[in-house]
């Protein structure tokens, strides 16, 4: 049974922050990167950021100074911490890894978590 749990989403208003969390149940492995995406109402859904099993971070502009994507590997569990959150930010957030990974590739099955939803309004 190979499962991501996410939480930490909620209601905020514009400028304030939150902290979103994932945890990684049943992994053999953890040779993979784990990211997080996020989908608008009527948008597709895109990349927010990425962090590499050796701690190398990444973020899509739209979020790069705003936003810090951290790991416990004791808990298994990646955070997001999201600081001066606007209301474009308004969306479901979800993360993603690979069961196996090699050079950075994937070679099993990608698995998403079941979303948590951060809203941004006054």
């Known amino acids: 049974q190979v499962q991501l749990v996410e939480s930490g989403g909620g209601l905020v208003q514009p400028g304030g922050s939150l902290r979103l969390s994932c945890t990684a149940l049943?992994?053999?492995?953890?040779?993979?990167?784990m990211d997080w995406y996020r989908q608008a109402a009527g948008k597709q859904r895109e990349w927010v950021s990425s962090?590499?099993?050796?701690?190398?971070?990444y973020y899509d502009d739209s979020v790069k100074g705003r936003f810090t994507i951290s790991k416990d590997k004791a808990k298994d569990t990646v955070y997001l911490q999201m600081n001066s959150l606007k209301p474009e930010d308004t969306a479901m957030y979800s993360c993603k890894t690979c069961e196996d990974c090699s050079n950075g590739v994937c070679y099993g099955n990608n698995y998403w978590g079941q979303g948590t939803q951060v809203t941004v309004s006054s």
């Open positions: 962090i590499s099993t050796d701690g190398r971070t």
């Open positions: 049943g992994f053999t492995s953890n040779t993979c990167v």
